[in-house]
């Protein structure tokens, strides 16, 4: 198509690996070719020793080369990249990066906290008909938790926190554990997410929210196990889920051991050994907030990127009949 770039973005999180080739036009106007995860788990074992382990690395990398074939066989003009919480923290990010671009060709950029949050937003935003109401996002990944407080317009409030859940799980469970959840070990982790979020929490008491949209696959993940078994049916785009239904949900999650909680409906397998950390984040800020209801989004951090990139290339452009 005449006027048409196709442009590709990853994002490479704590937990997963995303790819999102997209053709834009000159009157900015979009169409998504091709999406793609893998779950990498960067930050496995590398948030206590603030370095990124080999294995981790290996299969970034291999994630992020397949990627970047992907994106030049469909002739990407250009390939935006950027890192987030477990590159953020590691001593040894300057050479992972160095490693990613000798091996990929792809030039990651490592983003701050705040910038995730900022991005985050953008890309959830995009997709919704605010009106004139105001929104709270939470984005829990593997290693930080990013809430943010917006309209359509935006954003009023951004806050990233060291709260993720590969991060929870790698400090309440021994490596390997398979068994059930208890209820006391579920309070700990609950007691641990109420102090690391109090400061954020007393920011947005009083604050106007009308609705609270979960926007990882966390929340994803557990909305869609709740909505079937609730309404019987897979989650659907505009479906709200009650928090006291999520909790019967996380309650009926920590009762199964890790095998059989890989089989439950909705939940991705690749997701269930660190479910239960992200389940504890996602309650307790809901709680602590007195949200009663919770919706979901599937877009985020690639399309805030999508977002930011197709402003600067409209800003960019000569005027019409220039």
Do not use: W
Request: charged share 25%; net charge positive; glycine share 10%.
């Amino acid at each position: 198509m005449p006027n048409e770039r196709i442009l590709a973005f990853i994002d490479l999180g704590t937990n997963s690996a995303r790819l999102l080739l997209v053709a834009v036009t000159t009157d900015g106007s979009t169409k998504t070719i091709l999406q793609q995860k893998e779950v990498v788990r960067l930050g496995e074992g590398g948030f206590a020793g603030r370095r990124l382990r080999e294995d981790a690395m290996d299969r970034a990398v291999a994630a992020c080369g397949r990627f970047a074939d992907l994106a030049r066989a469909r002739s990407a003009s250009e390939i935006i990249g950027v890192a987030t919480s477990a590159a953020r923290e590691a001593r040894n990010r300057a050479a992972f990066l160095e490693r990613l671009r000798r091996e990929t060709g792809i030039n990651l950029r490592v983003i701050s906290g705040r910038e995730e949050a900022r991005l985050i937003y953008l890309g959830v935003s995009s997709g919704l008909s605010l009106g004139d109401r105001t929104a709270l996002f939470i984005d829990i990944g593997g290693g930080s938790t990013e809430i943010i407080l917006g309209t359509q317009r935006e954003h009023l409030f951004l806050e990233s926190l060291k709260l993720g859940a590969i991060r929870l799980t790698s400090m309440f469970f021994k490596p390997g554990f398979d068994g059930p959840v208890s209820a006391a070990a579920y309070r700990r982790l609950r007691a641990h997410v109420r102090t690391a979020t109090a400061r954020a929490v007393q920011a947005l008491q009083g604050r106007e929210i009308d609705l609270a949209i979960g926007s990882s696959g966390t929340a994803q993940n557990l909305l869609d196990i709740t909505a079937r078994r609730v309404l019987g049916r897979p989650a659907r785009r505009d479906d709200a889920v009650a928090r006291r239904d999520l909790r019967e949900t996380v309650r009926q999650l920590c009762a199964l051991p890790l095998a059989d909680r890989r089989n439950v409906p909705g939940l991705n397998a690749d997701r269930a050994d660190i479910i239960i950390a992200g389940a504890a984040i996602l309650e307790t800020l809901l709680r602590e907030l007195r949200i009663e209801r919770l919706r979901s989004s599937d877009r985020g951090l690639r399309e805030g990127l999508l977002v930011e990139c197709v402003s600067r290339l409209q800003a960019a452009a000569p005027p019409p009949g220039a």
